[in-house]
C-alpha cells in the first residue's frame, strides 16, 4: 500500500493531533497521504475523493467508518479504522498502537472482511445506500404508523408501531440490538427485520435470505388520514415519505471491505463490549 486517504472525525480528534500522527508514520515510511476534505456540515465531499488510492484511513468512531464505507461504495477500497470512539466494532485500532498497525499494513500482515451493505430505492430513482441499516420511521408525531412490509412481491405483514428497522449483520449490534433484534456474525449474508416499539404481542425479528427484496409501504392512518414518515440511511441521508410511498429495500451490489489486523475474535470482541470492558 502506498497512497492513503485519510479522513478524520473533526469532533473526535479536535487539535488533529492524531492525525499528524497518522500522517507522520505513514509519509515517515515513504507512504503518500491525501486528507478528506468535508463540506460546512463536516460530510466528506465525495466531489473531491481522489481517484486512486489503495487505502482509506478513518479517524474516529464507528460512524465515521460507515459513512466513510457510504462515501467510497463501489470502489473496492479497504478501509482501516482508529478508534477514537467508545464501542470500536468496526474501527478496531487503538491510538496506542498506530504506529504497529502501519507495519503490520506495509507487511500485508492484514485480513478484509468483506461486510455486506444494503441498497434502498424510494420513488423508483433515488437511491441510496446503508452499511448499518435502512430505519423507515414515523416523521414527528407520537403516534404509530402503519407500515406494510412485503417481501419479493408478497405480503408479510402490516405493523402498527414506530417504525421497523431494515438491518445487515454488520448492523446488528446497533440500533437493531436497541430494539430487540438479534445479534449475527458479521461477516454473513442475510437481512434482519425488526420493528420498533410495535403495538402488537408478536411480532418478532424476522431474519431472511440477503437475496430477498423487501418492500416498505407507508399506509394510511386513522380516518383515512395521511401518515408522515421518513426513511434514513445508516442515521443519515433521511428522505421524507408519506401514505402510499414505498421503499424498496435490496442488497447492495457493492460490499464495504474492512481491513483487520485483531486475532480476536467477533465472540470475544462482542463479549467485552457488552460488558463494558
Given at each position: 500500500?502506498?497512497?492513503?486517504?485519510?479522513?478524520?472525525?473533526?469532533?473526535?480528534?479536535?487539535?488533529?493531533?492524531?492525525?499528524?500522527?497518522?500522517?507522520?508514520?505513514?509519509?515517515?515510511?515513504?507512504?503518500?497521504?491525501?486528507?478528506?476534505?468535508?463540506?460546512?456540515?463536516?460530510?466528506?465531499?465525495?466531489?473531491?475523493?481522489?481517484?486512486?488510492?489503495?487505502?482509506?484511513?478513518?479517524?474516529?468512531?464507528?460512524?465515521?467508518?460507515?459513512?466513510?464505507?457510504?462515501?467510497?461504495?463501489?470502489?473496492?477500497?479497504?478501509?482501516?479504522?482508529?478508534?477514537?470512539?467508545?464501542?470500536?466494532?468496526?474501527?478496531?485500532?487503538?491510538?496506542?498502537?498506530?504506529?504497529?498497525?502501519?507495519?503490520?499494513?506495509?507487511?500485508?500482515?492484514?485480513?478484509?472482511?468483506?461486510?455486506?451493505?444494503?441498497?434502498?430505492?424510494?420513488?423508483?430513482?433515488?437511491?441510496?445506500?446503508?452499511?448499518?441499516?435502512?430505519?423507515?420511521?414515523?416523521?414527528?408525531?407520537?403516534?404509530?404508523?402503519?407500515?406494510?412490509?412485503?417481501?419479493?412481491?408478497?405480503?408479510?405483514?402490516?405493523?402498527?408501531?414506530?417504525?421497523?428497522?431494515?438491518?445487515?449483520?454488520?448492523?446488528?449490534?446497533?440500533?437493531?440490538l436497541s430494539a430487540g433484534g438479534p445479534i449475527v456474525e458479521?461477516?454473513?449474508?442475510?437481512?434482519?427485520?425488526?420493528?420498533?416499539?410495535?403495538?402488537?404481542?408478536?411480532?418478532?425479528?424476522?431474519?431472511?435470505?440477503?437475496?430477498?427484496?423487501?418492500?416498505?409501504?407507508?399506509?394510511?392512518?386513522?380516518?383515512?388520514?395521511?401518515?408522515?414518515?421518513?426513511?434514513?440511511?445508516?442515521?443519515?441521508?433521511?428522505?421524507?415519505?408519506?401514505?402510499?410511498?414505498?421503499?424498496?429495500?435490496?442488497?447492495?451490489?457493492?460490499?464495504?471491505?474492512?481491513?483487520?489486523?485483531?486475532?480476536?475474535?467477533?465472540?470475544?470482541?462482542?463479549?467485552?463490549?457488552?460488558?463494558?470492558?
Amino acid at each position: 500500500m502506498e497512497r492513503f486517504f485519510i479522513i478524520t472525525n473533526d469532533g473526535k480528534d479536535k487539535e488533529g493531533l492524531v492525525t499528524q500522527r497518522v500522517i507522520r508514520v505513514l509519509e515517515g515510511a515513504g507512504r503518500t497521504c491525501i486528507q478528506c476534505r468535508k463540506d460546512e456540515d463536516k460530510n466528506i465531499e465525495r466531489a473531491s475523493i481522489p481517484e486512486e488510492f489503495d487505502c482509506a484511513v478513518v479517524i474516529g468512531g464507528d460512524g465515521s467508518l460507515i459513512e466513510a464505507a457510504r462515501a467510497l461504495y463501489g470502489r473496492n477500497i479497504p478501509i482501516l479504522g482508529i478508534n477514537m470512539g467508545t464501542l470500536g466494532y468496526l474501527t478496531e485500532v487503538e491510538v496506542n498502537s498506530i504506529e504497529e498497525a502501519a507495519v503490520r499494513l506495509f507487511e500485508g500482515d492484514f485480513g478484509i472482511e468483506d461486510r455486506m451493505m444494503l441498497e434502498g430505492i424510494l420513488g423508483g430513482n433515488r437511491r441510496e445506500v446503508a452499511l448499518n441499516d435502512i430505519v423507515v420511521a414515523r416523521k414527528s408525531a407520537l403516534r404509530l404508523v402503519h407500515f406494510k412490509l412485503y417481501v419479493n412481491g408478497e405480503l408479510l405483514n402490516s405493523y402498527e408501531a414506530d417504525g421497523v428497522i431494515i438491518s445487515t449483520p454488520t448492523g446488528s449490534t446497533a440500533y437493531n440490538l436497541s430494539a430487540g433484534g438479534p445479534i449475527v456474525e458479521p461477516t454473513a449474508s442475510m437481512i434482519v427485520i425488526t420493528p420498533i416499539c410495535s403495538h402488537a404481542l408478536n411480532t418478532s425479528s424476522i431474519v431472511l435470505s440477503a437475496e430477498d427484496e423487501l418492500v416498505i409501504e407507508i399506509g394510511e392512518g386513522k380516518h383515512d388520514a395521511v401518515e408522515e414518515a421518513c426513511a434514513a440511511f445508516d442515521g443519515a441521508g433521511t428522505e421524507t415519505m408519506v401514505t402510499g410511498d414505498r421503499i424498496v429495500i435490496r442488497r447492495a451490489e457493492a460490499a464495504a471491505r474492512i481491513i483487520k489486523l485483531s486475532k480476536v475474535s467477533f465472540l470475544e470482541t462482542l463479549r467485552r463490549k457488552m460488558k463494558g470492558k
